[in-house]
């Protein structure tokens, strides 16, 4: 049975901060955004985590393996080193979206992201270590089959983008709503899906569904491990043998 630990990473008060005193460059908004999550994703997966960029202010990580000192040691880091600083609420649950949906609800209670006097919260319990097993994270890989042939040595650059975009889309919403999944874009064609306990069934409609939808295929590897990194690292292994066979779904438990 799947135990996800969720962290919710936003930042404090940073609607006024980019307009105070007046409208902040973008492109230096844009830079400080990327460092933070890369700063945040080094700082996690370190320690096993991983982290999505998600909306950039608000920040979604998996982070079994790490307790509420890794979480105030994060926050000080950070606190010391940017303008800005981070609220956290951490979560755990058998379903990764209401493990997020219970992370969200305690910073909300603390207070609005824009308030002035909501700073460096951090809300929440996690999994003590005594607690976890080799099977509380479950990590799905997904790939556009044949993107590079299909796409982007085929049309111009913001037209594969598109519609590698769509198919994150339809599958994000898919995942979220039929499958209680968490899904992020990662770069190039790659999707990272954290889930709860899922089978070979549930991947396979999935991808059927995208297809019918909005006509990308993809393939998927699937993981389960301790941690994000050991069921992410278990994924992509399963994704290069979906490479290697031609399969559209493998379970790297069941190969
Ligand atoms: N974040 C992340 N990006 C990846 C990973 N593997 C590939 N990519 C990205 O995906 C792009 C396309 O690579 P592939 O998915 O190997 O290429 P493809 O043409 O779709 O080929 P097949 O996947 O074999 O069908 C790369 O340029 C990378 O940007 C990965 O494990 N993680």
Known sequence: MTNTQVTLLQIDNYGPWTV????R?????????????????????NRGGYTFFTRFDNMIAVTNGLDLEDHRVLQESIGNRYPVTLSLGVATGTDPVHALSDATTRLQEAGSAQDEDRRECLEGRIIEDDHRTDEDV??????VINA?????????????FIEIEQGYAELMRHMRYAH??????????NVIVVCPDLGYDEYEEAIGHVEEAVDVS???????GKSAHDAGFAAKHALETCRADGTRVELEWES
Do not use: C, K, M
């Not at 830079?31 to 933070?36: C, E, G, N, P, V």
């Not at 209680?180 to 064609?189: H, R, T």
């Not at 993809?218 to 389960?224: F, H, P, S, T």
């Open 20 to 23: 105070t005193p007046e409208p």
């Open 25 to 45: 460059r973008e492109a230096d908004l844009q830079t400080l955004q990327s460092r933070l999550y890369a700063d945040v994703s080094q700082f996690v997966g």
């Open 138 to 143: 479950q990590i799905a890989h997904f790939d």
């Open 148 to 160: 590079t042939g299909n796409y982007t040595d085929e049309l111009n650059a913001f037209d594969t």
């Open 180 to 189: 209680d999944s968490l899904s992020f874009f990662v770069g190039g064609d």
């Open 218 to 224: 993809l393939q998927v590897g699937v993981g389960r």
